[in-house]
């Protein structure tokens, strides 16, 4: 008989197969995850809500239709958990706020989309709030413990803060989060899984708490290339409630995935970039770029003709003006319970000018330009995801930014994908970036499953959790 810690380690692919043959039933599995995250969520903090009856109750729904044959498809009854920005019809929609929570009326079109696949939602993760912050930190709801050190609280990246967390501990098999900036892949990297950036308009927003319509991007996270890909295969559409989805040409990356790489060309990030990372990172990510060479992929230079720095201003402009004429009744309010790091960020919308916002537009759309000129013949860049492994929260620097390799994707409205290549001397998982062009996030995945299928750094699992009173040893996994 297969133990609950068994099936919470085994990758969707593998358990849509045994569900298909029924060969296990989605209470069982079901059962195994709401388990798992009854021993160890109090000290991780990955939830926000947690739908135990209700997930019980679908389970149960899913295994009469699928011993009936009446099964929706491969998914029906595989397990999922949501960022705590996407509605769920008679949930809240946090958004890690305390001062503004949203009783979903409907469902966000992504739900729908999941639900119609026969997936059951175990619940909301949580989130930085109005997910403005990379770090992953939350002074008001709690900060997602960072499985990957059970001794001293680290960055587990954000803002999908807790859907990396959720997926890296197994207390899901894999969730959806939204990117910004970074905030798929940035969660990804520090806590050692797969996360995709898509495209915009490849995933409907619409029901989703926005932060800057124009960056923003949902995004799918699991433990590995296969279940990312599949997760996205279902993710994307068109949605007459979202006009960015109209009108694109939609692919299936799951026939490809296997195709490997040889021929493929891939560039290397230009010199300058390599600075911002630390040792660990680099040897990680040079190391990748020999795998991939071994593989049958040509490593060619790039030369850009700007700096991933350079795009900075512009993105943070677009981003705080946006964000910031959403938010600007609870920012402006004083008196609101508003994170004391989210605050600034949000607040500096409000000296964003008109002609400063446009020419913001205006240059990301010449950048754009630039980028596809730069890489011309070329089939992926290549760059760490993060700078450095995930950061002890008592060093964080609030002021700055963890973005540096993960913010350039936004602003050119680029695919890209966040993969585990390597661990630094304690242990902790580094990151492999493969950015492709706007809607060719088949080919990034495609050059992400040779890597995995070449190497075991995925198949990499956290220590176990020592909880002790709903805390990891150090303190609460609610500290910021």
């Given at each position: 008989m297969t133990r609950h810690d068994d099936l919470t380690e085994l990758p969707v692919h593998i358990l849509s197969q045994r569900l298909q043959a029924r060969t296990l039933s989605p209470v069982a599995l079901v059962d195994a995850y709401l388990a798992r995250i009854e021993r160890d969520d109090p000290a991780l903090r990955?939830?926000?809500?947690?739908?135990?009856?209700?997930?019980?109750?679908?389970?149960q729904a899913a295994d009469s239709a699928i011993r009936a044959g009446h099964a929706v498809g491969p998914l029906h009854g595989v397990p999922i958990a949501l960022k705590d920005l996407i509605d769920i019809a008679g949930r809240p929609t946090g958004g890690g706020s305390l001062t503004r929570v949203w009783q979903a009326p409907r469902n966000a079109t992504l739900t729908d989309r999941l639900l119609a696949q026969g997936m059951i939602v175990l619940g909301k993760t949580h989130t930085v709030e109005f997910a403005m912050g990379g770090w992953?930190?939350?002074s008001n709801t709690g900060t997602p413990w960072n499985p990957w050190d059970t001794q001293l609280p680290r960055t587990p990246g954000g803002s999908s803060s807790g859907s990396g967390v959720a997926v890296a501990a197994a207390l899901a098999p894999w969730a959806v989060g939204t990117d910004t900036g970074g905030s798929v892949r940035l969660p990804a990297s520090w806590c050692g899984i797969t996360g995709l950036k898509t495209t915009t308009g490849r995933v409907s927003t619409h029901g989703i708490l926005p932060l800057s319509p124009t960056l923003d991007t949902p995004g799918p996270m699991a433990r590995s290339v296969e279940d990312v890909?599949?997760?996205?295969?279902?993710?994307?559409?068109?949605?007459?409630?979202?006009?960015?989805?109209?009108?694109?040409?939609?692919?299936?990356?799951?026939?490809?995935?296997?195709?490997?790489?040889?021929?493929?060309?891939?560039?290397?990030?230009?010199?300058?970039e390599r600075e911002y990372a630390s040792a660990a990172v680099l040897d990680a990510y040079d190391a990748s770029l020999q795998e991939l060479e071994k593989l049958g992929a040509e490593i060619v230079p790039l030369e850009l003709p700007f700096r991933f720095v350079d795009v900075a201003t512009d993105n943070l402009r677009i981003m705080a003006a946006e964000s910031y004429a959403m938010y600007h009744a609870i920012i402006d309010d004083e008196t609101a319970a508003?994170?004391?790091?989210?605050?600034?960020?949000?607040?500096?919308?409000?000296?964003?000018?008109?002609?400063?916002?446009?020419?913001?537009?205006?240059?990301?759309?010449?950048?754009?330009?630039?980028?596809?000129?730069?890489?011309?013949?070329?089939?992926?860049?290549?760059?760490?995801?993060?700078?450095?492994?995930?950061?002890?929260?008592?060093?964080?620097?609030?002021?700055?930014?963890?973005?540096?390799?993960?913010?350039?994707?936004?602003?050119?409205?680029?695919?890209?994908?966040?993969?585990?290549?390597?661990?630094?001397?304690?242990?902790?998982?580094?990151?492999?970036?493969?950015?492709?062009?706007?809607?060719?996030?088949?080919?990034?995945?495609?050059?992400?499953?040779?890597?995995?299928?070449?190497?075991?750094?995925?198949?990499?699992?956290?220590?176990?959790?020592?909880?002790?009173?709903?805390?990891?040893?150090?303190?609460?996994?609610?500290?910021?």
């Open positions: 990955a939830y926000a809500e947690v739908y135990a009856d209700d997930a019980r109750l679908a389970a992953g930190t939350n890909a599949l997760l996205y295969t279902v993710m994307q559409g068109a949605d007459p409630l979202d006009p960015l989805t109209r009108g694109l040409a939609y692919a299936d990356p799951l026939p490809g995935l296997r195709r490997g790489i040889k021929g493929l060309r891939l560039a290397r990030m230009p010199r300058a508003v994170d004391p790091h989210v605050r600034p960020r949000l607040a500096a919308g409000r000296g964003v000018t008109a002609k400063q916002y446009i020419d913001a537009l205006s240059m990301r759309a010449k950048m754009m330009a630039q980028f596809e000129a730069a890489m011309a013949g070329i089939d992926a860049l290549l760059t760490p995801a993060t700078m450095t492994t995930a950061v002890p929260l008592h060093e964080v620097d609030q002021t700055k930014a963890p973005a540096h390799y993960t913010r350039f994707a936004n602003y050119l409205n680029l695919a890209a994908l966040a993969l585990p290549n390597g661990a630094d001397a304690g242990g902790l998982p580094t990151s492999l970036q493969i950015v492709t062009r706007a809607g060719d996030e088949a080919t990034a995945l495609r050059i992400g499953w040779a890597v995995q299928n070449a190497t075991s750094w995925h198949l990499r699992r956290p220590p176990s959790m020592a909880v002790d009173g709903g805390h990891l040893a150090g303190q609460g996994a609610g500290a910021a």
